[in-house]
């Protein structure tokens, strides 16, 4: 009998239920993927706790990886036995399952140099960290840039992407041994932001002009902080908002920081064209293939311990990214 994690209720990690599920036969444009890992994303206690609103019950998960176990009518970009990995948003929704029904289109082919693992870690926080450094700014070497949870899934990739673009780094911790984890994959500098002023010490650190490029995933108690840190003309990047959302304000704000660009990107506008996609994760499979950027798996989990997943990456408990094994 196939498992799948899902969910009746918003609210805490224990609204999480471990259930049987019927699987049945793909339809068309569907194919039948057995999961060999699944990926655990900040993005799932959104929508776990009602910030990403969706109709209940519903599944909990947006990326996994796995084996093509069977196709529907219509499907022509994969057949039976192909290894593939996938994320997306409401359209890849139940990835915390064993075996499950998927549409075709956000499958991607998994190169013999990526293991299941590795494609269940990286493809939301590779692609994502793909579109951030290739598509957000046209950045040149000697840039600087602030990067916010930099010992976290996303953070320790964008710091070791930012080096090979030779970008000046500086990242944000809440702990010392976080600080020497983001030191040891590209951070130049890191400043815990738990007891230090962060934009002060972005100041003293760039001579007292700021970074060209904030990477704020954190929210409302970083984002004061973060349009500080800037340089005249730079541009912040909100990514996500684990602290919690940013509280309204007005426009003129970016204007009397020095003439600031503000964008809040997500992934499918990044992947929504088949070719852009197939680029950004051609770059990422060519990075993490040849070495040039390591994926650190640092947490391992069974499905059926969810809750406890849940509860490590909301506590701050997790460095670098987190899969479940199946
Ligand atoms: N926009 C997009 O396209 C996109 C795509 C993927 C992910 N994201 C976002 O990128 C971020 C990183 O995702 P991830 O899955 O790799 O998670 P993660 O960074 O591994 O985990 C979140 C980290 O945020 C930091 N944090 C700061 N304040 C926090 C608080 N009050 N509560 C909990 N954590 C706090 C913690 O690091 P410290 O202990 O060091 O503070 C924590 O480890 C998330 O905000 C996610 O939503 C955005």
């Known amino acids: 009998m196939a498992k799948a994690v899902r969910f ?18 793909p339809g068309p444009g569907q194919v039948r993927l057995r999961h060999v890992a699944v990926g655990l994303n900040y993005a799932d206690t959104y929508f776990r ?21 069977a196709v529907g009518e219509g499907v022509s970009n994969v057949t039976v036995g192909d290894r593939v990995t996938y994320t997306g948003f ?11 029904l998927i549409s075709a289109a956000p499958l991607i ?21 793909s579109y951030l450094m290739r598509r957000i700014y046209d950045f040149k070497p000697g840039d600087s840039i602030l990067l916010h949870a930099a010992a976290g899934g996303v953070g320790l ?46 100041r003293e650190l760039t001579d007292g002009v700021g970074v060209n490029v904030v990477f704020d995933s954190v929210g409302k108690n970083t984002f004061a902080g973060s349009l500080d840190s800037l340089k005249r003309r730079g541009l912040m990047v909100c990514v996500g908002t684990a602290s919690g959302p940013i509280p309204p304000f007005d426009p003129v704000l970016l204007a009397m920081k020095g ?59 997790t460095t670098g990214s987190s899969i479940f094994v199946i």
Not at 8 to 25: K, N
Not at 110 to 129: H, K, Q, Y
Request: proline share 4%; charged share 25%.
């Open 157 to 202: 990739i964008v710091s070791q992407w930012a080096k090979l673009l030779g970008l000046k780094v500086i990242g944000t911790v809440s702990s010392e041994a976080k600080a020497e984890i983001a030191r040891a994959h590209g951070c130049d500098h890191t400043i815990n932001y738990s007891h230090e002023d962060v934009a002060q010490r972005v």
């Open 109 to 129: 082919k998994l190169p013999d140099t990526i293991a299941f693992e590795t494609a269940a870690a990286m493809t939301m926080r590779g692609l994502t960290s």
């Open 49 to 69: 706790n009602g910030t990403y609103p969706i109709p209940l019950p519903n599944g909990m998960g947006v990326e996994a990886s796995g084996v093509v176990q």
């Open 259 to 317: 003439s600031l660009y503000l964008t809040r990107p997500a992934l499918a506008d990044y992947i929504a064209d088949p070719a852009e996609k197939a680029a950004l994760a051609g770059e990422l499979f060519d990075h993490v293939g040849s070495g040039r950027i390591k994926i650190e798996i640092n947490q391992h989990y069974a499905l059926q311990d969810a809750v406890q997943a849940h509860r490590d990456l909301e506590s701050r408990k």
């Open 90 to 100: 409401l359209n890849t929704l139940g990835a915390y399952s064993t075996e499950r």
């Open 8 to 25: 009746y209720e918003t609210g805490g990690p224990e609204v999480l239920r471990y259930e049987d599920v019927e699987v049945g036969d």
